[in-house]
């Protein structure tokens, strides 16, 4: 059967990429898109899905910004533009290399991009949580999703995500969840891609 995407808490691991201080200023929705990836990290934490979290030269671009709230986790220090460095696969050969991966961070065009095609050359199901993802330029994020779903990346969104891991209301952590979907995910600026999807 072809793979349909569908995520399941017990086969995924979340990646969160590069959200660090010195990238504030600069990159498009910053402050939006780290509110929504901190949602998808609590829901994780909710659902015990284990997380990895990376940062791009440290010692340049400053740490993980705290509103993330990933402080408990190792930031694995890196300056290549993907994630998948030994330290990385050395975690996901600990969790017994999980079959689905969920991305949020920045860049879309850079290191989200060089990610996603490393994770799909290794067989992984990549799911790019597209409001939680940004670049400096709309122009680059937005073309750097439609790219990689010609990859065989699935796009998705923060609230598609919780609510296709938990699957039914009846699911014991479903009310924890919903408490994080109270307030709907900030806008940002997606809508004029999906007219070009």
Do not use: W
Not at 100 to 110: D, R, S, T, Y
Not at 125 to 142: F, G, K, M, W, Y
């Amino acid at each position: 059967m072809a793979s349909v995407g569908r995520l399941s808490t017990k086969d995924a691991v979340l990646f969160l990429c590069d959200m660090q201080e010195k990238f504030r200023p600069n990159i498009f929705q910053f402050t939006n898109i780290v509110s929504n990836a901190a949602r998808v990290l609590q829901a994780s934490r909710v659902l015990g899905i284990p997380s990895i979290l990376t940062e791009q030269y440290p010692k340049g671009l400053g740490p993980t910004v705290p509103e993330l709230g990933a402080g408990d986790l190792k930031a694995h220090a890196k300056t290549s533009f993907t994630m998948m460095i030994e330290d990385v696969e050395k975690e996901l050969q600990a969790l017994g290399n999980p079959k689905q991966a969920i991305l949020c961070g920045i860049e879309a065009h850079a290191c989200i991009a060089c990610t996603t095609f490393d994770l799909l050359e290794k067989g992984m199901e990549v799911h790019i949580v597209a409001d939680a993802v940004s670049s400096r330029s709309q122009t680059d994020r937005l073309f750097a999703l439609s790219r990689l779903k010609q990859s065989g990346a699935y796009l998705t969104t923060t609230e598609a995500v919780l609510l296709q891991l938990v699957q039914d209301a009846k699911h014991p952590n479903f009310k924890e969840i919903q408490k994080l979907l109270a307030h709907p995910s900030p806008d940002t600026g997606l809508l004029a891609f999906f007219s070009a999807l």
